[in-house]
């Protein structure tokens, strides 16, 4: 089995990569325009395996997509490529248009192609797996769920682009017959994952002795899925799911901001004591616009009707993460030495200015 994998050298796209070529035994073609998002040294670990490849591209360029295709002959495409960070689009929406909305027109349109001109044998074999987020369904009160069928209610610049892009795969696969499937996971944490978002950042922050910021009172609620289980899930689908049908991926393990950033303090005065507790950094911060409430996932089509179960509970999968970032200085130095989740994103005045 061949897979290409767009946004390959990001977070939950070098997961996949590493699973399928190091556990899977598929390869893999990683697709990746390597903005500041992108990483190579997140691919390291499988970067000499003779089923890997990697392609410096960028989504929207039509002929190079086209010649990705044709050259590499893939039999499943994951479409992970996106601008993905809810701070940066509300200063900087327009990124998020060009690559969300219009990469994924062109990763549809260069995979309509494709699919068309290849044997029928192959061409039944042939899969999308266009993956999304849960923040399409916009916010929750304190109780219920997120489904399948949940009204797409996008509160953000980058959920709105978000949402656009699911109406395009939904489109192709109803519209040209292609053999299409939707994933809408809950929030992702674990290894290799970029400082700007939480836990990273509150990590680093916490090593650093640097106040660790949360938005508003804390009270805001996500669902947390450790991104292993969320990879080992995208390809349950791209094997076993139907095509046209959307799966919603969750962790079944929801907390508060602050709740999430107690636990990674008390892992931190664990393996990384200082003289008082990391919890006294703790700075309450002004809350990001249009904030969410409340994510939560129901994935009871996945476990039922694909077998496909979080092996993490949220503990487990928070103090592997913590020792992760302990033991991998090396990884995110770089990234903190340019900047990257040191400075505050998505400010209203600046918005405002935008």
């Known amino acids: 089995m061949k897979a290409l994998i767009t946004g390959g050298a990001g977070f939950i796209g070098s997961a996949l990569a590493r699973h399928v070529v190091r556990d899977l035994g598929w390869n893999a073609v990683v697709i990746d325009k390597l903005t500041y998002a992108g990483n190579l040294s997140s691919l390291s670990e499988i970067a000499d395996s003779p089923g890997f490849r990697f392609v410096q591209a960028d989504i929207c360029d039509r002929a190079a997509m086209d010649a990705a295709m044709r050259e590499h002959q893939p039999d499943l495409v994951f479409h992970l490529a996106a601008e993905s960070h809810v701070d940066r689009s509300i200063t900087h929406a327009a990124a998020f248009i060009e690559t969300n909305l219009v990469g994924t027109f062109t990763v549809l349109e260069t995979s309509r192609a494709y699919?068309?001109?290849?044997?029928?044998?192959?061409?039944?074999?042939?899969?999308?797996?266009?993956?999304?987020?849960?923040?399409?369904y916009g916010s929750l009160g304190a109780t219920g769920l997120f489904s399948e069928d949940t009204p797409y209610d996008p509160r953000s610049p980058y959920s709105a682009s978000k949402a656009g892009a699911d109406h395009l795969a939904s489109a192709w696969s109803h519209t040209y017959g292609m053999p299409v499937m939707i994933s809408n996971c809950s929030n992702n944490y674990g290894p290799y994952h970029l400082p700007e978002k939480l836990i990273p950042l509150v990590i680093l922050n916490g090593l650093d002795g640097r106040v660790l910021p949360v938005y508003g009172d804390g009270s805001n609620v996500r669902d947390w899925l450790y991104v292993d289980d969320h990879v080992a899930a995208l390809c349950l689908i791209a094997q076993k799911g139907k095509p046209g049908r959307t799966y919603n991926v969750?962790?079944?393990?929801?907390?508060?901001?602050l709740q999430v950033v107690h636990g990674i303090c008390d892992l931190l005065d664990r393996f990384a004591p200082k003289a008082r507790?990391?919890?006294?950094?703790?700075?309450?911060?002004?809350?990001?616009?249009?904030?969410?409430?409340r994510y939560a996932i129901d994935a009871s089509r996945l476990e039922n009707e694909l077998g496909w179960r979080a092996l993490d509970n949220f503990e487990s999968g928070l103090e592997r993460t913590v020792r992760w970032y302990l033991d991998n200085g090396a990884w995110w130095e770089p990234l903190r030495a340019r900047g990257v989740g040191v400075e505050r994103l998505g400010l209203a005045d600046k918005a405002k200015r935008a």
């Open 277 to 293: 507790s990391h919890r006294d950094l703790i700075e309450f911060v002004t809350d990001r616009p249009g904030h969410d409430q």
């Open 250 to 257: 969750g962790g079944r393990n929801e907390r508060t901001n």
């Open 115 to 136: 699919w068309q001109q290849l044997s029928r044998e192959r061409a039944e074999v042939f899969r999308v797996v266009h993956v999304s987020t849960d923040e399409v």
